[in-house]
């Protein structure tokens, strides 16, 4: 009969050799700023702050949260980015609209992208606004005259905003939201926003840090972001969805440009909270 291994034994049977887990790296720490976003973009909600209400001054906000000025400004630009707020030069911040609540933990847990899953994202968001506006523009019922003045008015604020980079910023997300949004699917719509400012968060990394604007935006004239917009628009409220989705992927080829554009400022930088 044999006999059976000692339970010391048995423990060597189950347990292979120890790991030495050479790929770990450093924890990567958020950006105050992120967190001071967040914080903003709750309160925005949990107060009801109405659109088109004036935030508190930088100073103002800097004191509060007991951070500094460059930290808060940092903060309201990744607002902006997500169209939450907008932030007129010698002016001040506004509320450009307010939060989807469903929106905010997908985001936060998209925010740190490396390369392989930014291209994933980009293929994503195509195929979200490209459902979104075909959906919307085959809609029964079709969009109501309040839908089409929505979409209307966010292409003009779209237009208005040419040379001042932060109101663009914003505008432009506020745009291809209120698009998808047009779909009649929160769910849609929300997911949507969740990737699409996920890329944004890299697209414009360098701009929430430092203020510096991407070559590509301080080139661009109004006539170029509506020869790339309005076609979308166009299409949707015309109630061609083919015409639509055409429009769609002409932005996205665009978009991808700028985040190739994006990337080779990110390897030019010290490595940042995303590598």
Do not use: C
């Not at 663009?168 to 506020?174: E, H, L, N």
């Not at 926003?193 to 890299?202: Q, R």
């Not at 055409?246 to 978009?255: D, F, G, K, Q």
């Amino acid at each position: 009969m044999p006999v059976p291994p000692r339970s010391s034994d048995r423990s060597n049977q189950l347990r292979p050799g120890s790991a030495d887990l050479r790929g770990i790296t450093p924890l990567s720490v958020s950006r105050l700023s992120d967190e001071v976003a967040d914080q903003i973009r709750r309160l925005i909600i949990s107060e009801g702050v109405a659109e088109g209400a004036r935030l508190p001054s930088e100073r103002d906000l800097a004191e509060r949260f007991g951070a500094s000025r460059p930290t808060v400004s940092q903060a309201l630009r990744t607002l902006a980015l997500m169209g939450l707020v907008e932030t007129r030069r010698g002016s001040g911040a506004y509320v450009l609209r307010r939060p989807e609540t469903m929106v905010t933990a997908s985001v936060n847990l998209m925010l740190d992208l490396d390369e392989e899953s930014l291209g994933h994202l980009m293929q994503l968001r195509l195929w979200l606004e490209t459902l979104g506006v075909k959906e919307a523009a085959l809609r029964e019922p079709e969009l109501s005259p309040q839908e089409q003045t929505d979409i209307a008015t966010a292409l003009d604020r779209l237009g208005a905003s040419a040379g001042r980079p932060s109101e663009w910023i914003a505008a432009d997300t506020v745009f291809h939201a209120t698009l998808v949004r047009s779909s009649g699917n929160p769910y849609v719509a929300a997911v949507y926003e969740s990737v699409h400012t996920a890329i944004l968060s890299f697209e414009f990394d360098n701009w929430i840090e430092s203020e510096s604007v991407p070559a590509w935006l301080r080139k661009s004239q109004a006539k170029d972001h509506m020869a790339l917009h309005q076609p979308i628009a166009d299409a949707v409220v015309s109630r061609d969805p083919e015409a639509a989705a055409e429009a769609v992927l002409r932005h996205h080829e665009v978009m991808l440009d700028h985040l190739e554009a994006a990337r080779r400022t990110a390897r030019r930088r010290r490595p940042s909270r995303r590598r």
